[in-house]
């Protein structure tokens, strides 16, 4: 009991925090889920301890499913950023100029936002080459 209740107690904040809007907005979330199941886990086993009961005690499962739970939102916290990261870098590749042909053949240097989707010429971009990176 006494080993599972500092990171149990700490890993509650977070969760109570996050399902703090579910009487308000009435729509239960992952944090309702986990601070809900995980609560009744310590507080009886709490009670079984207290009162010596002959049940089992889940202090351990609690820790670990508050643990797991983090270590999951840490996992997709860092997965997101690195998705960030990759965005912003094909973003990065868009060209700035654009050739475009005429319906005479005669092509034109002109910056990329003047290329339309209304446009009845051929628009090809200037100096990007793709390669995959291995």
């Keep these: 009991m ?62 670990a499913i508050i643990t797991l739970v983090l270590l999951g939102k840490l996992m997709e916290a860092r997965a997101k950023g690195k998705t960030s990261e990759a965005i912003e870098a094909l973003i990065k590749l868009q060209p700035k100029t654009a050739r475009i042909v005429s319906a005479t053949g005669k092509f034109s240097k002109y910056p990329q936002t003047a290329c339309k989707s209304t446009t009845s010429s051929l628009c090809v971009p200037v100096k990007i080459y793709q390669s995959m990176g291995l």
Aim: aromatic share 20%.
């Design 2 to 63: 006494a080993i599972s209740y500092p990171g149990t107690i700490l890993g509650w904040t977070s969760f109570y925090i996050g399902g703090w809007a579910f009487p308000r907005g009435g729509n239960a979330n992952m944090d309702v889920l986990i601070a809900l199941g995980t609560s009744m886990a310590y507080f009886f086993s709490t009670a079984v301890t207290i009162f010596e009961l002959d049940q089992h005690v889940y202090f351990e499962a609690s820790a």
